[in-house]
């Protein structure tokens, strides 16, 4: 099976799965009364045993199927980004080598990303929601809400090479190496033609 078709079935297993999955209650569990329904703001984190089971830890009740599901989010939400970011005009001309190449690269990547970090820090990353338009390289950056401060910084660039024309270079920077460095995700050929800003 080809690689790209491997990570779009990975990805749309995923996504159809996201949030099908409700653990079922614990008779034995001991949560009170007055916490019976847990906020938004909790944060939802694996159980350090690895167990099936949710366990009780003060306000937190940890759900190890959480993680999966915020893994699942967050390349959703960099999927929505990504497709703003290109606009309906380049999307249009782009679209099958974006969604067969770029995309699922992309998604890997974060994936990566995501379990390297480890199930502790996860439940505090988020997406940027409002990628550059016009000529900016921003698609987004995942960043821990506990600092504001990014970890990683998805781009796309517009290259103009002598009498080949416009290519779109995706790729990533990370903040281990202090966003210096270019991680390649791919590129995609436009034209020789200017193409439209972004999000146009």
Known sequence: MKLWLRRMFVFFVAIMTFGLYIPSAQPDSKVNDEKNILSSSKIVEENDEGSDSPTEDGDCVHYPEEKESKTALLAKQAREQAIAKLGPRILEQVEDDFMEVILPTMEEVLTTLLVEAGSQEVPYFM??????????????????VRNDMDIARFHVRRDKRPLEGYWFNFHYHLSKDHFEKHHEIGEIYWSKDDPPKWMA
């Not at 997406?127 to 821990?144: N, R, W």
Request: aromatic share 16%; proline share 6%.
């Open 127 to 144: 997406i940027t929601d409002q990628p550059a338009d016009g000529y900016g390289e921003k698609i987004f950056h995942v960043y821990d």
